[in-house]
């Protein structure tokens, strides 16, 4: 296969990938949700993803340095893989190391596999990531979980002050974000990167969850994603703040956004989460969610890392 690449040139090309990823939706990590993905900053640098096409100009393959995930999200088309997949992992490379002394730059990136797909294993392992599965306290285990029973889901009611609804648009995203930044306990949550979402067109308001609480605070949020050609549903992010989790708002929120995915006519719905978040793959096992890949972690080190 004689291929070409060149980086990442707008939204047109955004929806390219998007496409591409649904074709190939089987062996990709993320695909309903990367509308949420493709809204965060690391776009608005286009050296910071590059497509391959083939002979007849049609879309290989893509990768993205995901800049607020410190990950690399790709796709690639099962008969390209053999040829491009390490290609693909050293433009990876060539670009993570161009960026170490910039604002976009990271000591270390991510990359995530299922652990059946080995021969994406060998490529990754030859380029220097090594496996997170045992690190000791910082081991990383992920799962992708699918939700395929079309049994209705369980409807647990907001406590009594407490109001289920969608967020109020463009105007409400700041107290998003501060809820997001809070939840994670992490500012890589922006606002920009939040109005983008609100803005794409795949993006659907009624599907966009939070839960207020009595003194006008947002308590909790579920977004989901959805597309109709595939009927595939998908849950990302969800989060409740630490200070209003006795009140089991995760549960509430969740069952609400998957209702409506069901109301859309979603048949299957994702997503993922750690093995070490006990409480989390009991919530969703209870919402008969059902473990269908294990996920493993790798990385690769461009310099000393100082976590904290």
């Not at 050296?47 to 790709?74: H, I, K, M, S």
């Not at 060998?122 to 992708?144: F, H, I, M, P, T």
């Not at 659907?204 to 994603?225: K, N, S, T, Y």
């Not at 209003?244 to 989460?273: C, D, K, W």
Request: proline share 5%; charged share 25%; net charge negative.
């Amino acid at each position: 296969m004689n291929t070409s690449h060149r980086p990442f040139q707008g939204a047109n090309d955004q929806r390219l990938m998007e496409e591409l990823a649904r074709q190939t939706l089987a062996a990709n990590l993320h695909v309903t949700d990367l509308p949420y993905r493709f809204s965060s900053s690391a776009l608005d640098d286009p050296e910071n993803a590059c497509l391959w096409f083939d002979r007849q100009g049609q879309l290989a393959a893509w990768a993205v340095l995901q800049v607020p995930f410190w990950t690399l999200d790709y796709v690639c088309l099962p008969e390209a893989e053999a040829e491009l997949h390490a290609e693909m992992l050293a433009w990876a490379d060539q670009r993570a190391r161009s960026a170490l002394d910039t604002d976009q730059g990271h000591p270390c990136w991510f990359a995530n596999v299922f652990s059946g797909q080995e021969n994406r294993i060998r490529d990754l392992e030859a380029a220097g990531y090594k496996w997170q599965g045992n690190v000791g306290e910082d081991s990383l285990a992920k799962v992708l979980m699918l939700r395929a029973s079309p049994a209705p889901v369980d409807v647990y009611q907001p406590p009594a002050g407490f109001t289920t609804r969608t967020l109020a648009g463009l105007s409400e995203v700041p107290a998003y974000v501060a809820l997001h930044r809070a939840v994670f306990e992490s500012t890589t949550m922006t606002e920009a990167w939040r109005a983008r979402t609100l803005l794409h067109p795949d993006y659907q308001p009624d599907l966009d969850i939070v839960v207020e609480a009595p003194d006008g605070r947002l308590a909790a949020f579920c977004i989901c994603w959805f597309d109709a050609g595939t009927r595939v549903g998908r849950v990302e992010p969800l989060g409740c703040h630490k200070d209003f989790r006795r009140y089991a708002l995760g549960r509430v929120a969740l069952s609400e956004g998957l209702r409506r995915l069901q109301s859309r006519g979603a048949e299957r719905i994702y997503l993922e989460t750690d093995r070490g978040r006990k409480t989390a793959l009991r919530l969703y096992e209870s919402f008969d969610f059902q473990v269908i890949q294990n996920v493993l972690v790798y990385r690769i080190d461009y310099a000393e890392v100082e976590w904290g």
